[in-house]
DNA sequence: TTGTAGGCGTTATCAA
DNA sequence: TTGATAACGCCTACAA
């Protein structure tokens, strides 16, 4: 499994007090040459840097790290790297740092508990200032970002139902566009709409499911649990473009119901396009004979034909605030308290839910 | 710009002498207890574990990486971490990599030179053992990469048109790819045939369009350079869903000459479906108007409609091909020379080329 | 303007 | 089975 430690060496590199031997200074003349501050005459400075240039040498930020006690560096943990959603996320986070002076490196942790714990460990190993957690909430995950929160980490959470005194939560607001979604769906005059992403039981803490069930409610519509569908086997949250295939099946499964439904949203936007897939497989008009609504608005939902009418999340912003956040906490040095941020999500409207009914 | 610095403190962490100090023991015997080698009596070991659980003492990983000089961790710097490729690529890359007890942190560099500069520093500067680069080429980039592999960190390329003697390279066949694309389109009875996503001028690199180019040449049909578009603002090679606007843009072009072509051949499956969309909002039909073929076989392309006829790219052979190559170079000991790995592309003809003309 | 001493938190090595 | 010591490469603090 793991290779043989120790087995591999490289050849040395230079390190300061080469520089100060080739040169004939002291090491710390060479460390304040190479980083800037402190006065060194300007031709000591001259004979130093030509050495460094000679020698190509490298500052080794594991030592000054250590030393410094910071790396101005930051973590970003992502699920389902293959999401738009994600990446837009990332994209976000990474600017907003960048202006700061931050650095970003990401983990992928795609399948749960076991690998959540892999990323922050790897993250708290090499020492990031914080971190941004954009997994979805599990046991283990959760168990031992407390652990490291107690260190006095900096972590702030995005979208992830996790609650902690010490760290931040951004979240779209997912309970309210789910309940608009399928508000819009009741509004063109559907009675049967159908959710596809997760099983009534398991989804407990899906708030996008939660705001589906609420808007049934409030307008009176029963609840029909064969209509709210998920993967087939077992719950376990799976990622990318395994959730197009889950919209897929879990179509094929709705249509083959007895009264099939006239209506569907769909966790995201790959689910829903999943879904359209089995949709025109059955020969079936959307939005004619099946409407549906998605969640995200991608890039691609704009794209599909029929364009896809969906929830839009305000990625960016997501990430921007997130970030910020954090690094209000990594440079602040107050005690900050848990803040949350809910940020509202537009429905947009296109082709895929068609026009009003009857 | 910058934050201030060395501003942030935190609270103490616990470190190893802590951990000795309150057992009563010598650092040295909580270092063997908490990496898991050497022995220790259990007695005093389960003294050490209650101490570290109670002090939630976490290992510095800096000081470990320091003494030990090696982190375990590889560093992959992605470009357009929005498309599809880049995402398949790093999981493949990852999964490699974990099997063999490797941490992957990703580096994004979206917009070339500095920010490729920016993302192998940082990667240094935690002393990666290794990184993947698969981000364009650019100047600036690789001879900052050039100075870093002269210290011997070993680093991969996928993708990018880069020559070093320690610089392994692994990469689909463009140039092959690129043509046989062409000859689908050619083979279809098609004359008149165009290529969106680089200018004849700035492309000279890129091999997609020099297959497109020596395809045409070998069917003997003359080269048109108004039927070459790029990005109508300058060339610089940008990243993201750009490159669907640099399709839509391109094709609206392309359909504005008074002879426009009949087919496409875009440079990746972004662009491909940006045209397809400028297409459509033309009124036009595809493949009957304009047939049109991309590269790369992101997983939307089956799901277009009509489905896009493309280039499939290994992308997760790529990943793993280049994990391996680099993992061998962390753990060999010799000098490897450098090694080049071209992989096959796959033509797969759906709806958006059509069927035979004439 | 430059240098010296010491320590950041680990682990390799040798000694007990 | 355990401990003492030195060193990884750098930077802070102080001294010259």
Known sequence: MTVTKKQYTRKRKATLSDIAEAVGVATMTVSRVVSGDGYVSEETRQKVLKAVKDLNYRRNGLARSLKRQFTETVGLVLGDISNPYSTELARAVRETLLDQGFNLFICISEYGAKE???????????????????????????????????????????????????????????????????????????????????????????????????????????????????????????????????????????????????????????????????????????????????FDDIPLAARMSPSLTTVRQPMRAEGQIAAEMLLERITGRANISRRERILDCDLIVRESSGVKRR
Chains 1, 2 share one sequence.
């Open 116 to 294: 959540d714990v892999i990323a922050f460990e790897s993250l708290a190993n090499h020492s990031v200032d914080g971190i941004i957690v954009a997994t979805r909430s599990n046991e283990g995950g959760d168990l031992y970002l407390r652990g490291l929160v107690e260190t006095n980490i900096p972590v702030v959470a995005i979208g992830r139902d996790f609650q902690h005194k010490n760290i931040d939560l951004v979240s779209p607001d997912n309970l309210k566009g789910g309940f608009e979604a399928t508000q819009h769906l009741i509004d063109l005059g559907h009675k049967r709409i159908a959710f596809i992403g997760a099983n009534l039981g398991s989804g407990a803490h899906l708030k996008r499911l939660q705001g589906y069930l609420k808007a049934l409610e409030h307008h009176g519509i029963a609840i029909d649990e064969r209509l709210v569908t998920g993967r087939s086997e077992g719950d376990t949250d799976v990622s990318g473009y395994s959730t197009e295939e889950i919209g897929f099946e879990g179509m094929k499964r709705l249509l083959s119901l007895p009264d099939p439904p006239t209506a569907v949203f769909a966790r995201n936007d790959f689910t829903a396009i999943g879904a359209m897939s089995a949709i025109n497989d059955a020969g079936l008009r959307i939005p004619d004979d099946i409407a549906i609504v998605g």
